[in-house]
Nanobody
């Protein structure tokens, strides 16, 4: 059974960096997209970054130029490098997989989710 497990969250100062990791185990479709989403207190879950099976990346406007999504050659490990963190980046961050990869950064399209890792950025 497919399973996703995030790690690397924590507390950070504004302007600093954190790196999130996601370990993917089990069977995923070869054309699956992998993505990072986040949900702040009282907010809807939003897409942060997505990487397609061919390596194409997509970012939310709010993180462009600051966050980088990457995947290792096995496609079993997903990363999110977060630089120049801001207090508004504070949220629970989730790793997710979309087996069909038909849409971009839409939470409803992603059928597999990790438990999340908390990121808290202080000013």
């Amino acid at each position: 059974q497919a399973r996703l497990a995030e790690s690397g969250g924590g507390s950070a100062q504004s302007g600093s960096s954190l790196r999130l990791s996601c370990d993917a185990s089990g069977q995923f479709y070869s054309r699956a997209c992998m993505g990072w989403f986040r949900q702040g207190p009282g907010q809807a879950r939003e897409g942060v970054a997505q990487i397609a099976h061919n390596g194409t990346t997509t970012y939310a406007d709010s993180v462009k130029g600051r966050f980088t999504i990457a995947q290792d050659h096995t496609k079993k490990n997903l990363y999110l490098q977060m630089d120049n963190l801001k207090p508004e980046d504070t949220a629970m961050y989730y790793c997710a997989a979309d087996p069909l990869c038909l849409v971009v950064l839409q939470p409803g399209a992603f059928g597999y989710w990790g438990q999340g890792t908390q990121v808290t950025v202080s000013s």
